[in-house]
């Protein structure tokens, strides 16, 4: 029985691997084992990070949401408090987002949830 020849999918496998490190420096571009641990890792970032996206914005959206409700007298906790009581459904994007480009409309909204 003859030997089978893997060389056209070895050779697929091995140019998209390198196109995938395609603008990686030095090695990590041109050699095929050094580039397949850089896109193995880089691949594991990528995943990683999609989820630590939405962490990392919503930190920051806490963050305008609390310096802008300081501003009017209040804390992000009872700011928030207060808009689950009232049943006003903003997400914390919206708000951060008020906060930092209508400031006018985020002071009503929080003065109409203290009542001052």
Do not use: C
Not at 3 to 25: D, E, F, N, W
Not at 34 to 58: G, I, N, P
Request: proline fraction near 2%; charge should be positive; avoid cysteine.
């Amino acid at each position: 029985m003859p030997r089978t020849a893997h060389s056209v999918a070895s050779r697929r496998r091995r140019k998209k691997i390198l196109r995938m490190a395609k603008g990686y420096r030095g090695a990590r571009s041109k050699i095929y084992t050094v580039a397949k641990h850089s896109v193995e890792k880089a691949l594991a970032y990528a995943y990683r990070d999609r989820r630590q996206r939405k962490r990392v914005f919503r930190r920051l959206w806490i963050a305008r949401i609390n310096a802008a409700a300081r501003l009017n007298d209040t804390t992000y906790s009872r700011l928030m408090g207060g808009l689950r009581k009232a049943g006003i459904g903003l997400n914390r994007k919206v708000l951060a987002d008020m906060a930092v480009h209508d400031p006018e409309t985020f002071q009503r909204i929080t003065q109409h949830l203290t009542g001052k």
